[in-house]
């Protein structure tokens, strides 16, 4: 057993209300710079929709993830011979309209502008070229279903479902979409990680955030075709590859990432998980439908002294360790098997994970009321949470975050309309207890759990939603050098101490 640690994130997508303020964060922070402009670490897309870059989900497009050769694991976008093959010209990236022209607006034309009997006005100006631009396309172009059909339905997940349900999508009286956050998902099995020639992108040892060296990046760019997500970019004006950085030198000093810590909506926890690295590459060669259940198997129970004694034998600290005993992440993903990874038929093993949606039922008002009977003689009736009439198909949830396992992702709305009507009974009422004890049957949880679901979900205090002790830089890297000769040199980006008169 090879136990180590592993910062991870769940983001509770019923939380999310579309307010793009952790992109926001993340851009003032890290991708304000020449170069940068069209850069988001942190992006917030509508589904269903395109996304950013203009469809990022399309690997036959891409190429990025992992792939079965036979029995073994192979990168999706090439093997040795055609990584050298491809080493001056790769064919699988996006280009600056999949991702968009960034723009300004020359606004010192509102000042200048010779008197006239018009209102100057500030044009969109291209921050590629200088030239005046037409915006066509942006990091949230289709937000809230906007150009929608022409964005929409395009969506790749939609290939699942028939083309009634398409239709139904977009149909104005019963129009359904919801918001999905991203960032980088540090990957246990990174794809970008292994496609990059000149091994400059890592994967820390003490807590798995993956890094890019901006000294030994020599702009193959092999990470961005690599990772699935498309998180990886290219920067024009230095030359070299960059990616979200979970915030580590906040992390460091144990606080949470910035677009964590900005979150309106409280939909983000961080915290530590346990995982035996001896078994990646048997969990990422499973089926499609079992990848999911593989990824819950190989995160480890903190509480076990057997994995206690494994991860202290690696070198993870007691406070490490603590972490993952008392972290959020362990609850939602391994213990309440509510939170999922997005695209685990990527293989890439994402420490992302996501709480789906609550779906709107189907329903139609009758004689001016809210009439749900057809949902009564299928599910759960009084409570709007009818599964099987879902407005959202659930074959377009399971495409998304169990791989095309509709099972698994039933499991996890089951619990979740239990909290849901456990909490309606005791806050509200107008539901029997046989109703709510047949929830928590089919739910498969108890009062205990979904009080405890209810908590962390709803009430939950900052300690509570972001468990992470200082990571101990200073100890990681005293097995490779001195930790003080760094002391003079901290901060990011080059490390050579400055010198009077170079």
């Not at 964060?25 to 850069?39: H, L, P, Q, V």
């Not at 599964?387 to 709305?413: H, Q």
């Amino acid at each position: 057993m090879d136990v180590r640690a592993q910062v991870s994130m769940v983001f509770h997508l019923d939380k999310c209300i579309g307010c793009h303020t952790c992109s926001v964060a993340c851009k003032n922070i890290w991708t304000d710079r020449k170069g940068t402009e069209y850069m988001w670490w942190n992006n917030v897309e509508t589904k269903p929709g395109t996304g950013y870059p203009t469809l990022w989900e399309d690997q036959e497009k891409y190429k990025g993830g992992w792939t079965k050769n036979g029995e073994r694991l192979a990168l999706k976008l090439h093997g040795r011979v055609g990584g050298l093959s491809n080493l001056f010209f790769n064919p699988y990236l996006p280009t600056v309209d999949d991702y968009y022209e960034p723009w300004t607006y020359d606004y010192g034309h509102l000042f200048d502008a010779p008197a006239g009997d018009d209102q100057p006005t500030a044009r969109a100006v291209s921050m590629i070229t200088g030239k005046p631009m037409e915006i066509e396309a942006g990091p949230n172009w289709d937000d809230d279903y906007g150009g929608s059909p022409l964005y929409a339905e395009n969506d790749p997940n939609l290939d699942a479902l028939t083309e009634e349900e398409r239709e139904q999508l977009t149909e104005m009286e019963r129009v359904v979409f919801f918001y999905l956050p991203r960032i980088c998902n540090h990957c246990l099995n990174p794809g970008c990680v292994a496609a990059c020639p000149a091994g400059a992108v890592y994967k820390r040892g003490e807590d798995g955030i993956v890094l890019l060296s901006q000294e030994k990046c020599r702009a193959w760019r092999m990470c961005i075709s690599g990772c699935p997500y498309k998180k990886t970019y290219y920067n024009w004006s230095t030359g070299k590859s960059e990616k979200c950085i979970l915030c580590y030198p906040r992390l460091e000093s144990g606080q949470p990432p910035a677009c964590f810590h900005s979150c309106v909506g409280r939909i983000r926890y961080l915290g530590v998980l346990l995982y035996d690295a001896s078994r990646i590459e048997a969990t990422a060669s499973v089926p499609d439908r079992d990848l999911v259940e593989a990824q819950r198997e190989i995160i480890q129970d903190p509480r076990d002294p057997r994995v206690i004694a494994a991860a202290r034998a690696n070198g993870v600290s007691d406070a490490m360790i603590d972490a993952a005993q008392q972290s959020p992440v362990y609850r939602f993903v391994k213990q309440w098997r509510l939170a999922l990874p997005l695209h685990a038929e990527f293989r890439t093993l994402p420490m992302l994970f996501y709480v789906p949606p609550m779906l709107p039922v189907l329903a139609k008002v009758k004689d001016g009321r809210y009439d749900n009977a057809d949902a009564a003689s299928t599910s759960l009736a009084p409570l709007l949470s009818s599964l099987e009439r879902a407005r959202m198909p659930l074959r377009y949830m399971a495409k998304l975050f169990s791989a095309g396992n509709e099972e698994v992702v039933a499991a996890s709305y089951r619990k979740l309309i239990a909290v849901r009507i456990y909490m309606r009974a005791k806050t509200a009422g107008g539901i029997s207890d046989a109703e709510v004890q047949e929830a928590l049957r089919v739910g498969d949880t108890t009062p205990a759990e979904v009080e405890a679901i209810f908590q962390l979900t709803a009430r939950p205090t900052f300690e509570e939603r972001f468990v992470v002790p200082p990571l101990g830089r200073e100890s990681a890297i005293e097995a490779m050098r001195d930790p003080l000769e760094q002391k003079r040199e901290g901060g990011f980006g080059f490390r050579k101490a400055p010198v009077r008169g170079a």
